[in-house]
């Protein structure tokens, strides 16, 4: 059983910066692949970044590229998403989600490939 605990969350005008933290309960941290995906009013879940447990392989969705950067702390069992160069479409609740089971490529971006999702935070972008 794992257990995520997300924070950083905010309000920030558009082209500034938000660092998102998730923290995981458990010994095995290490190898659970974690994602982060976001989900906007009436919109559906939508992923975001991937890390890959071992090597630590990271995914992008193409909207994020070259804007955020997933990382991961194994020591202390956390996981971040540093956000750069906001845009108000950013907007949404972030979750965090870690999956056990291995993934590569797309596979990483399928949210059913994650069985433990955290609360949310709020993630919201003005113009």
């Known amino acids: 059983q794992v257990q995520l605990v997300e924070s950083g969350g905010g309000l920030v005008q558009a082209g500034g910066s938000l660092r998102l933290s998730c923290a995981a309960s458990?010994?095995?941290?290490?190898?659970?692949?974690m994602g982060w995906f976001r989900q906007a009013p009436g919109k559906e879940r939508e992923f975001v970044a991937a890390?890959?447990?071992?090597?630590?392989?990271?995914y992008y969705a193409d909207s994020v590229k070259g804007r955020f950067t997933i990382s991961r702390d194994n020591a202390n069992n956390k996981v971040y998403l540093q956000m750069n160069r906001l845009k108000p479409e950013d907007t949404a609740v972030y979750y965090c989600?870690?999956?056990?089971?291995?993934?590569?490529?797309?596979?990483?971006?399928?949210?059913?490939?994650?069985?433990?999702w955290g609360q949310g935070t709020q993630v919201t972008v003005s113009s």
């Open positions: 989600a870690a999956g056990g089971s291995y993934c590569s490529g797309y596979g990483c971006y399928n949210p059913l490939m994650y069985e433990y």
């Open positions: 890390i890959r447990r071992g090597g630590g392989r990271t």
């Open positions: 458990g010994r095995t941290f290490s190898t659970y692949n």
